[in-house]
């Protein structure tokens, strides 16, 4: 298992080249770029002003240079390479500021909606599955069904929209704010009142970042039940005089978890887990928000910083799968 770890570790690192290669390749061709921008706006600036012959040549040589784009792509792509191998992402065009202040400075929201949305997730979908197993084809076990499966193809930024509509004061109800984390009078709060505020705010954003997990888990973890009460092993463990909720429980609950496992080494995308959409929706200053109006104004630094900090976690995070994997079932092998 060391040597197969080892081999994964390694593996990390041309795969990350390859895909800071193919994304700095990407940006390279999106137009309205920081030169343009420079350019455009010395442009606007030049018109007012009676007389003014606009840009000059050089002066958009100088623009290119501050920038670094006087230089062959490939130049600039093995430059920037070596600045991240050594943790420099470079500057921000747009908040004049290092990518990784600008990235750690979001990451907290990113890290509690991720926290949150994991453990709410796990400890609601792993006993449901179980009890909708249990139970399966009751009329409990259906109308759960309905509202999971309803829960299922509903994407988390439609349902936000929907429970704005109806609870947040667009058309009907008004029992939560929305926009910002907290209210604006949040400082002269009480302790106690500050964190009820805080929660308040959040009830909504983190309903939509459960729902996906929440019911893909569920179904998940009652399928895997299903297929194993219909093996050997349980029969004969109720034909020996088990009851069935100790055989479901003390039996199929721990090989049920195997499939399970492979979508617990994904806590270490925690830090980067958000939906541009949702925060979006519900006007949240999250890591989503950052990458999606990192797009739009061509920042260019901050979207294959964050590109390549999530691919690294989300490798590593499926390494650790594969560990746990192990962990909750010796007889498989990957050397």
Known sequence: ???YILRRLLLIIPTLIGISLICFALVQFIPGGPVEQMISKVQHAAAYHPGSRGISTEEIQNIKAYF????????????WLGNMCRGDFGNSYVYQKPVLEVIVSKMP???FFG????LISYTISLPLGVRKAMTNGSWSDTLSSVAVFAGYVIPGYALGILLIIFFAGGNYLSWFPIGNMVSDNFESLPPLAQALDFLHHMVLPVFCYVIGDFALLTLLMKNSIIEELNKDYMRTAMAKGLSFRRAVWGQAFRNALIP???GVGSILAVFFTSSLLIERVFDIDGMGLLFFNSMIGRDYNVVLGIIILSSLLVMLGRLL???????????????
């Open 260 to 262: 399970i496992a492979t």
């Open 68 to 79: 670094g784009f006087d230089q062959p792509a490939y130049v600039r792509y093995f430059t």
């Open 109 to 111: 929201i990113s890290l």
């Open 115 to 118: 926290l949150v949305s994991y």
């Open 321 to 335: 799968s594969d560990i746990i994997y192990v962990a909750v079932d010796p007889r498989i092998r990957f050397d």
């Open 1 to 3: 298992m060391s040597a």
